[in-house]
């Protein structure tokens, strides 16, 4: 029986016995406990619990999971065996208060030896050593003598806590020549009783309904009826390594054979896990993802293959399991996109650093690979550390891990030192109230303001001399200080005539503005001055401000309404913008996006400044950054008709004062995000 065909004979027979047949949820589960859909009833979790009311007493369904770096991780034994995978499919069929033991035993029993009809003397089952029940209905149905065990192999749960209860399994006979018990005697399905919610004390309390949670792993079943030993010598495996075959452009041999299983064990983690909407990065699943896909490219280098790999075989998958899963076929090009950005970036880094790697190993003078070098590779070279641990354990080695966690740390904190900087020390001033720079739109240079705080050399001071170097804080400023993208004001402090603080970059801590740079004159808390902005500066950073809209509308109109921004930063006549697109951008469309905004430049459109409430702000269907926090007032940019954005920022009032626009580089800074930069004013002209 093919792969595709058990799905669909495992979903019938429960179908004929009055089950609701549902498609499988998504691999990224509504759970915060998991990273991934590990298992069936994730997706029933709040109906075995009792929270949520069941839609169908019966059900039945094919569930994608991934088990991969959580608390269920199979990730290291991928290759090794012909057992284990990151991801897999479960068949599984639900019982929401409906029948219980003896219904969920008769069903199994009847589809394994009366469908499928596999001998019954090749089959053995388990049952919790609490749980008479169970062995009872195995003597009555099925004529078996179970084997009773413990909680460790028949007691279920998904994690420390939740529905849980005792289970019963069945195994399948794989030959009677194989003499590893566990390999012979392979689980096929499990049967699991949820009885009991377990609590965060380990207290089991009745469920108010008993369920029933069955799970079958589709690859062993068709390894079982195709009578093979190995889920890899199975026909849809089987044509995913021809796949391999031709992309690599190498045969299939008994020692490159954990590569081909490596290979198309990973291409399904990787191609339905995006396609289901996980992005590579570098946190949480999205990096799960990434390092699964990079373990798949290291063995396409054993193969002798360079570049992209799982990006070429992804049609393949489509082949052969599109069909059950048409969002595969949906997400292609994007999925395709995603993996290829990915593998390209990580290409020429796996060579590099398979050449450091190989320049080490033959200075260790024991199996164990030092820390550093560890981290040079993670931090240089993007290898996971599981990785390199995967390649040194080809050769018999390892990685010292804790110097790797040492060199890990010691970089964090290098780091933060550098780019925490004084931030910290200045959101400890907790009595600091917020500065007025209401001024900032209009700036004047007759506003005085007092001095309330003065910051030198990591510690508060009363007064600082000429030539230190300080950071200020006054009661009221005309300073933008940086914020939303925007890099703050330039400008100078003045007693009297005389200037007494030059200030490179006002920022911004919270509500507080702080004026950072160098005094040329003493200055003391308490002192009043006359704060100036650059003018030149903050009329080239307005500028470059109003082109950001302008070119977040263009590429909207030229490429597509979905395109997003995802960070900006607004310097005096430059822009770098940050947007979601899942390619690079052609030639033409760049010269359309340019052509774009110069032809707003030229119309000279009025650009309006309005203060409203974000109701009405959205009533005008101004765009927000998602994920930005608004106050009740915001002020809304309006540029002609083209462009209308919530917006902080500092802005012209007609667009014919930016004066030309020019792109200067489109290209890739993550999966799906992409950078363009861009001159404004005398510097694009
Ligand atoms: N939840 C059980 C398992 O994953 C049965 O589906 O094995």
Redesign the pocket.
């Known amino acids: 029986m093919k792969y595709n065909d058990i799905r669909q004979v495992f979903l019938d027979y429960f179908a004929s016995r009055g089950h609701k047949i549902v498609p499988s949820a998504s691999l990224v589960p509504n759970d915060p406990t998991l990273l991934f859909t590990v298992?069936?009833?994730v997706p029933w979790k709040g109906i075995l619990q009792g929270a949520e009311a069941p839609f169908a007493p019966r059900v039945a369904d094919v569930q994608k999971c991934i088990r991969a770096g959580g608390k269920h991780n199979d990730l290291d034994e991928v290759g090794f065996d012909g057992r284990h995978h990151t991801f897999f499919e479960?068949m599984?069929n639900w019982s929401f208060g409906d029948y219980f033991k003896a219904g969920a035993i008769e069903q199994s029993w009847e589809l394994l030896t009366g469908v499928l009809k596999l001998d019954p003397e090749k089959i053995r089952v388990t049952t919790h050593v609490s749980d008479e029940e169970s062995t009872e209905l195995w003597r009555k149905i099925a004529g078996k003598e179970a084997i009773r065990l413990g909680d460790k192999d028949n007691w279920?749960s998904?994690g420390d806590t939740g529905p849980c209860g005792p289970c019963t399994e069945m195994f399948y006979d794989f030959g009677a020549d194989i003499e590893n018990e566990d390999d012979r005697w392979v689980e096929i399905w499990?049967d699991?009783f949820m009885q009991f919610d377990r609590d965060a004390n380990g207290n089991l309390t009745p469920l108010p309904k008993q369920n029933v949670?069955?799970?079958g792993g589709l690859e062993r079943w068709a390894a079982m009826l195709q009578g093979v030993r190995d889920n890899y010598d199975t026909d849809l495996f089987v044509n995913l390594m021809r796949a391999v075959e031709d992309v690599a452009g190498v045969k299939k041999t008994a020692d490159n054979t954990p590569s081909f299983k490596v290979i198309t064990d990973h291409l399904r983690a990787v191609g339905f896990a995006i396609a289901d909407g996980v992005i590579p990065s570098n946190t949480d699943r999205g990096y799960v993802i990434r390092r699964i896909l990079r373990r798949a490219m290291r063995h396409g280098q054993m193969l002798g293959h360079r570049g992209p790999l799982l990006s070429k075989l992804y049609p393949a998958l489509i082949t052969e399991m599109g069909a059950a899963y048409p969002e595969l076929a949906r997400e292609e090009s994007r999925v395709v996109e995603i993996i290829r950005n990915e593998e390209n970036a990580f290409a020429d880094m796996l060579q590099n650093g398979m050449k450091l790697l190989d320049g080490e190993l033959p200075k260790l003078h024991d199996k164990t690979l030092p820390g550093d070098v560890a981290f040079k590779l993670f931090d240089t070279y993007g290898f996971p550390l599981d990785l390199t641990q995967m390649i040194l354990r080809d050769r018999g080695m390892d990685v010292d891990t804790a110097g790797f966690e040492r060199a890990m740390t010691e970089q964090k904190e290098r780091s933060r030192a550098n780019t925490k900087g004084t931030r910290t020390l200045w959101e400890s001033q907790t009595e600091l109230p917020d500065t007025d720079d209401t001024g900032k739109y209009a700036p004047t240079t007759d506003m005085e303001s007092r001095v309330l705080s003065i910051l030198r050399g990591g510690e508060f001071v009363q007064s600082a001399a000429a030539g230190d170097e300080v950071e200020v804080a006054l009661d009221k400023t005309p300073f933008y200080g940086t914020q939303g993208g925007q890099v703050g004001d330039s400008g100078t402090l003045a007693m009297g005539d005389a200037v007494v603080m030059n200030i490179g970059e006002a920022a911004r801590v919270n509500n507080v503005v702080i004026h950072k740079g160098t005094l040329t004159a003493p200055l003391a808390v308490g002192d009043v001055v006359r704060p100036a902005i650059d003018d030149k500066m903050r009329a080239q950073t307005t500028r470059a401000h109003t082109a950001t809209h302008l070119l977040q509308a263009a590429l909207r109109t030229v490429l597509n309404e979905d395109v997003q921004q995802r960070g900006s930063k607004v310097s005096p006549d430059s822009v770098r913008f940050d947007f979601s697109f899942g390619r690079a951008m052609t030639a033409d469309e760049k010269q359309a996006v340019e052509d774009l905004v110069n032809k707003w430049i030229a119309a000279d459109m009025p650009v309006e400044h309005a203060e409203m409430s974000l109701d009405a702000a959205r009533d005008r269907g101004a765009m927000a950054l998602f994920g930005e926090k608004y106050g009740d007032i915001v002020r809304v940019i309006t540029a002609g008709d083209v462009s209308c954005e919530l917006c902080g920022g500092t802005h012209v009032h007609h667009t014919g004062e930016i004066l030309r626009a020019k792109i200067n580089k489109e290209k890739s800074i993550s999966s799906g995000i992409r950078r363009i930069t861009m001159s404004v004013g005398t510097l694009a002209e």
Request: without cysteine; charged residues 10%.
């Open positions: 298992a069936g009833m479960m599984g279920w998904a499990n699991v949670d069955t799970g």
